[in-house]
């Protein structure tokens, strides 16, 4: 068995983390919308289970504007549009690591991605597991601020 110059396992890891926490930061835009909506979770998967990320913040957003409620809730969902859909946001992140084509040269501990969904991270790019820990970590902030804002008004976050 040959070594993991890549810390590929490390790698696999922190990606299924990220993953998780993302789909639960999803799960958290969602219940926002569902309660704004005053619809259960069987509809509220109908209206927003295939939407992206982003039309979902944006939706959430516009309904708290259009009810004129929850200010600090909308105040924290408009801040993760600004700042995690920037190519340095955690949006955009956890797009470059899911979806990149990891490759390396033989021997080469570097790792390169690629991503192709996106014409602004096309270009070949180093990838180091620090820039894939951050990413975590800037999700994992993002759900432990939204939980307590969300179960103090009572929209469900379970």
């Known amino acids: ?38 619809i259960d979770k069987p509809v509220g998967m109908i209206v927003t289970g ?19 409620i929850e200010n600090e809730i909308r105040s924290t969902l408009q801040k993760f549009k600004n700042n995690a859909s920037k190519e340095n946001g955690f949006i955009s992140k956890r797009n470059k690591i899911v979806h990149g084509i990891f490759s390396s040269r033989e021997g080469d501990s570097a790792v390169m991605v690629e991503a192709h969904r996106k014409k602004s991270h096309r270009e070949r790019h180093e990838m180091d597991v620090e820039y894939i820990q951050q990413c975590y970590g800037e999700i994992v902030a993002a759900n432990n601020e939204l939980v307590p804002l ?6 469900n976050v379970h």
């Open 50 to 68: 295939a939407m992206d990320i982003r039309p979902k913040i944006e939706m959430a957003i516009s309904l708290l504007e259009h009810h004129d």
């Open 1 to 38: 068995m040959s070594e993991d110059i890549h810390n590929m396992e490390l790698r696999a890891k922190l990606t299924g983390y990220i993953c998780t926490q993302y789909s639960y930061f999803d799960y958290l835009v969602s219940n926002v919308i569902w309660h704004i909506l005053k």
């Open 150 to 155: 969300l179960e103090s008004r009572g929209i």
